[in-house]
């Protein structure tokens, strides 16, 4: 197949280039140098030329805090140019994967979200990821909207690189503790990715490593893998207000991809063990 893959400098845009590679598919990348995804005429000239059998949007606006001064251009990008995208796909008859987020939900209880429970955002950042997932489903067929979490991989920054950059000159640290979620290595999630568009089992899904932690938790066992010794101490959000609103439930059922047939993505103590592997390359 020849895939169109949005967001290739990004950490899972990386993955999923070599992921596709790997298995032989004619895999194009596009960044920023090839059109911006506020302009929407440019990204269907894109796509036309291109002629993809299918898109995996992975590029987005994920600057949460700075999107609650710029909602407009946090809209445009994840909802706007999502739902011309789509169209490009469309009208071309392509598969189209968008990857979404956990933070369409309010984030409030302790149980795992179904990938059709109340959608609820609470932040600038969830509500133009939600505008994304209408735009596919009012547009498209042919489509899978995947919701992620906590991404860490080898391309770009994340919680993981922060945590070993500290303990280069810290011996003890503060982290919260009332958000819970499931780290996600973007090498794990882009396997799952091209397993999807190889099919034909549309609809909605929820993808992370298995297993559950708050971020105290996952910085802890960072620090114990990598040999690191550095005391964790957790603390509650309210410690480091942010401008944007964190969930503090992120926990997403597995049972869509179960019920597809697709395999579950390892534990993130696996996933990161691997991945720290991986760094010290």
């Not at 392509?94 to 429970?117: I, N, Q, R």
């Not at 109340?118 to 505008?131: E, F, I, Q, R, V």
């Not at 735009?135 to 992620?148: K, S």
């Amino acid at each position: 197949m020849k895939i169109l893959v949005t967001g290739v400098t990004g950490q899972l845009g990386h993955d999923v280039m070599l992921e596709l590679q790997s298995r032989g598919h004619e895999a194009i990348g596009a960044a920023r140098k090839d059109f911006s995804l506020i302009d929407f005429k440019a990204a269907r000239a894109f796509v036309e030329r291109t002629h993809p059998d299918a898109i995996i949007h992975c590029a987005a606006y994920t600057a949460v805090d700075r999107a609650e001064d710029e909602k407009d251009i946090c809209m445009i990008t994840n909802g706007g140019a999502t739902r011309a995208l789509a169209a490009a796909a469309k009208d071309i008859g392509a598969k189209f994967v968008y990857l979404s987020t956990d933070y369409v939900f309010p984030g409030t209880g302790e149980t795992p979200y179904e990938t059709d429970a109340l959608k609820g955002p609470t932040n600038a950042y969830g509500l133009s990821k939600l505008a994304g997932e209408t735009a596919v489903q009012e547009l498209l067929t042919a489509y899978f909207i995947v919701r992620i979490s906590w991404v860490f991989g080898v391309n770009g920054k994340n919680f993981v690189k922060t945590m070993l950059r500290l303990a280069e000159d810290h011996d003890a640290l503060t982290v919260v503790d009332d958000q819970i979620g499931s780290p996600t290595y973007t090498k794990d999630l882009a396997r799952l990715l091209v397993d999807m568009v190889e099919s034909e089992k549309y609809g909605v899904y929820h993808a992370t490593n298995e297993g559950f932690c708050s971020w105290a938790e996952f910085a802890a066992e960072i620090f114990r893998q990598a040999g690191e010794r550095v005391t964790v101490t957790p603390v509650p959000s309210s410690a480091y207000p942010t401008k944007a609103a964190r969930p503090k439930n992120s926990r997403l059922s597995k049972a869509a991809l179960d019920a597809a047939g697709f395999s579950r993505l390892p534990t993130w103590q696996d996933a990161l063990q691997r991945y720290l592997g991986e760094l010290s390359l």
